[in-house]
T-cell receptor, first 113, second 110 residues
Framework: NAGVTQTPKFQVLKTGQSMTLQCAQD?????MYWYRQDPGMGLRLIYY???????DKGEVPNGYNVSRLNKREFSLRLESAAPSQTSVYFC????????????FGNGTRLTVT | QQQVKQSPQSLIVQKGGISIINCAYE??????FPWYQQFPGKGPALLIA?????SEKKEGRFTISFNKSAKQFSLHIMDSQPGDSATYFC?????????FGKGTTLSVSS
């Protein structure tokens, strides 16, 4: 059982380049999330999808877009990468949005130069 | 009001000792308080969680103490082991999103 799978594991971008981070879960969860983790800042929510067909902004959505492709997959897109987006990105899923434990992937380490 | 304040930022404990990490919140609408454990190179994983109608929850060597009136909760790790060395995050749920503390890096020396 793979759980939450994120690709790629590492990525280096130049300022202004675009890329999409992929996330897939095999637990039949309804809700999916994208967080970023920066040193000393904890985990901050970028976007989430409460259920297939819906997406909502989190705490730090600027510079990002998301797509809930189907129940399993939730992608995060950086249209024009900036050095401030250098971070570790985590995808997570949960059975529902209310009082459900989050299951995290192992992250994508992104560096923007 | 959406913040969760976590302390200390780092903690060094001897093997067999007690590790204590504290969190405080302001929003009384928060209704679910989990702790996550994260090892280097991995995503956070749920360790233990509590709801505000309970003052304490214990699972093995891990205990959450919850003080609703003070709006504080803490994680106690009894008989700390080197394998407990990790980063710990407290969190609180209000509505649809989990708000995380900034994390505590625990090192257990053998």
């Amino acid at each position: 059982n793979a759980g939450v799978t994120q690709t790629p594991k590492f990525q280096v971008l130049k300022t202004g380049q675009s890329m999409t981070l992929q996330c897939a879960q095999d637990m039949n969860h309804n809700s999916m999330y994208w967080y970023r983790q920066d040193p000393g800042m904890g985990l901050r929510l970028i976007y989430y999808s409460a259920s297939e067909g819906t997406t909502d902004k989190g705490e730090v959505p600027n510079g990002y877009n998301v797509s809930r492709l189907n129940k399993r997959e939730f992608s995060l897109r950086l249209e024009s990468a900036a050095p401030s987006q250098t971070s570790v990105y985590f995808c997570a899923s949960s059975p529902g949005v209310y009082n459900s434990p989050l299951h995290f992937g192992n992250g994508t380490r992104l560096t923007v130069t | 009001q959406q913040q969760v304040k976590q302390s200390p930022q780092s903690l060094i404990v001897q093997k067999g000792g007690i590790s204590i990490i504290n969190c405080a919140y302001e929003n009384t609408a928060f209704d679910y308080f989990p702790w996550y454990q994260q090892f280097p190179g991995k995503g956070p994983a749920l360790l233990i969680a509590i709801r505000p109608d309970v003052s304490e929850k214990k699972e093995g060597r891990f205990t959450i103490s919850f003080n609703k009136s003070a709006k504080q909760f803490s994680l106690h790790i009894m008989d700390s082991q080197p394998g407990d060395s990790a980063t710990y995050f407290c969190a609180a749920r209000g509505g649809t999103a989990l708000i995380f503390g900034k994390g505590t890096t625990l090192s257990v020396s053998s």
